[in-house]
């Protein structure tokens, strides 16, 4: 590319080669456009951000169909992944795995698992989730990217960016030279206080309500699993294995999450309000989480034999909110918008989401007058699902010393996960078209009202009202048999809950039959959905 002449204007600019960036990049070529995609650093490269979820992976795999991505396709399930992509790393991920801990306590897990919460995401591991190594992950995509004609320049450090006539100009430096691209539209795709926001000083608005939060982490070697410590008592046979999933340990004021890669890396770290991290010492890097492992049995077993294989890296303040999304010829991706925080892995889906609105932009408006106005809708709207995630993530801080209210939090959060996939698979998106049903006029408003509630300071009867009312809020979006007390904290994907529940989803049984098919919910249905995309 550096051999060509940068003397040109591409349709579109793409700034940040992180899987956000170059997914939008590939779709815009598809779509016809030249693009340019420009990174500050080299690949491959490691960068944090690495759970994914069933929205997640049904995003790609929607994107994937809809803008012919072939290469992108195996990426969405675990099975296909490790088939077509042995050499990229992966880690299996059947669930969310919580427990809950009190610093410094000695005490086992409890017999009645009223500390811990286990929801399972897919019923094996064939079409299960993935935690995505990012080195390889990412650079895998810029790969494709520049296979279908993409203009890829890495090592550049933009700096300005200025509208003039007809084009945007943005200037930059690489190996100490001047570079200077121009473009009709540019997507900034580098992450929280990135390009756009120094280059156009766009300013940071506040998360009402969210708590100050930092976090510490890196990768390690030589981690056991938890389930082979002592800690690990239980003789019931839970719906996944409990490592192979995003595990989360609470604590008052903070969580810990381990992520186990399959080449022998496992990705932890913690994040934890400005007061518990300054009493941890987050500054101090090693010995600061050292010092919490020690305060946590369960984990200073785990992590008895493991090694930091990369530097720790503390991030001073986890949350962002841009002064603005979108502007004449420019739009942040969400993950330049804001952040809240890693807990419930929402980074990717909502990335994925502004993937798709971005692209459905580009395929129905360029050109158009309607072109602005779209993508202004666009930047509205994640403002909004940024600030949704948010009123979430600070009832859960809340209440992380509150476990029996954080459960029914976080279930509120697996309804809607769950009920929004089962509606796009079963396609019915109308449905569902808000992220966390934020904007569904029910669910979103009685949300927002729990959240609000369990940020106040409770008594043991207002915390076992608020979760009854949460349980009712759900039960017309649960499709997942969540909430029922049988199943003590301990959710499998059951076929049954979401045939039972079809009427919820204006579906027939059959239709969920078939949607089960389709997506691999046996094993001989996987074959079936094989032969269905011609492998
Ligand atoms: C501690 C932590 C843990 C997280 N864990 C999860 C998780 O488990 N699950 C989840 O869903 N989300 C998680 N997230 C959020 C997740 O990291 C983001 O949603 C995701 O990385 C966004 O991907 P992206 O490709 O859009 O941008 P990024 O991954 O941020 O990539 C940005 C790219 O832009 C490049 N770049 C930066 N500045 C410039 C510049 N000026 N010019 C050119 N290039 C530039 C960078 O080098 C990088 O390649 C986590 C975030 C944090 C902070």
């Known amino acids: 590319m550096w051999g060509n002449d940068l003397n040109r204007t591409w349709d579109i600019a793409v700034v940040g ?3 956000g960036g170059s997914l939008l990049a590939m779709i815009a070529r598809r779509l016809g456009r030249s693009v340019v995609l420009v990174e500050r650093g080299t690949h491959p490269r490691v960068v944090i951000g690495e759970s994914s979820t069933p929205l997640s992976n049904l995003l790609i795999e929607e994107l994937a169909a809809r803008y012919d991505l072939p290469a992108v396709r195996p990426l969405a399930k675990w099975g296909s992944w490790r088939r077509d992509y042995p050499d990229v790393a992966c880690g299996l991920k059947r669930g969310f795995t919580f427990h809950h801990h009190r610093l410094g306590s000695q005490a086992a897990e409890d017999s009645n698992r009223q500390d811990q919460l286990l929801v399972a995401a897919s019923p094996r591991d064939e079409i299960a989730d993935t935690h995505w190594y990012r080195a390889d992950f990412d650079h895998l995509l810029v790969k494709e990217a520049q296979k279908l004609g993409v203009d890829y320049l890495d090592r550049v450090a933009l700096h300005s960016f200025t509208d003039k006539s007809g084009a945007a100009v943005l200037e930059g430096r690489r190996d100490g030279q001047e570079v200077t691209l121009q473009a009709r539209f540019v997507v900034d795709a580098t992450g929280p206080r990135g390009f756009l926001h120094h280059a156009l000083r766009l300013g940071e608005n506040g998360l009402p309500g969210f708590p100050a939060t930092q976090a510490l982490y890196s990768h390690f070697s030589g981690v056991r699993r938890l389930a082979e410590t002592p800690f690990h008592r239980t003789t019931d046979v839970p719906p996944y294995p409990i490592d192979d999933a995003a595990v989360h340990h609470i604590f008052d004021g903070g969580w810990i999450w381990v992520l186990r890669f399959g080449n022998g890396i496992t ?23 050292e010092g919490l ?10 992590f008895a034999t493991a090694r930091a294989e990369r ?9 962002f909110r841009s002064g603005a999304i979108a502007g004449p010829r420019w739009a942040l991706l969400p993950s330049a918008a804001g952040f809240v925080d890693p807990l419930l892995s929402t980074g990717f889906p909502l990335t994925l989401m502004g993937v798709e609105r971005l692209a459905a932009i580009l395929e129905q408006e360029w050109g158009t007058v309607a072109f602005n106005d779209r993508v202004q809708t666009y930047a509205a709207q994640t403002d909004r699902e940024l600030l949704a995630t948010a009123r979430l993530v600070a009832a859960l801080y809340a209440t992380m010393k509150n476990f029996p209210v954080f459960v029914a939090l976080s279930l509120l959060y697996f309804a809607a996960a769950s009920y929004s996939e089962a509606a796009r698979r079963l396609g019915k998106p109308h449905l569902v078209s808000s992220f966390l049903l934020c904007e ?13 509630r369990a940020r106040r300071a409770m008594t043991a009867d207002e ?10 809020t759900i039960e017309p979006f649960n499709v997942a048999g969540l909430g029922r007390a049988e199943r003590r904290n301990w959710y499998p994907v059951e076929a049954s809950d979401l045939l039972e529940n079809a009427h919820k ?10 949607m089960l098919a389709r997506c691999g919910f046996t094993a001989d249905s996987t074959a079936q959905s094989d032969r269905g995309r011609g492998d």
């Open 440 to 452: 569904h006029p029910v669910f979103g408003t009685v949300s927002a009202g729990l959240f609000e």
């Open 293 to 302: 492992l020690e305060q946590i049995p369960a984990l200073r077993e785990q």
């Open 505 to 514: 989803l204006e579906a027939s049984r059959q239709e969920v039959l078939a």
């Open 311 to 319: 530097p720790f890296i503390h991030i001073p303040r986890l949350s």
């Open 267 to 289: 990705s932890a770290g913690v994040a934890a309000t400005d007061r518990v991290a300054s009493q941890l010492g987050f500054a101090d890097g090693l010995a600061a989480w």
């Open 17 to 19: 080669s992180g899987f």
């Open 463 to 472: 915390s076992a009202e608020l979760i009854r009312d949460i349980l009712t």
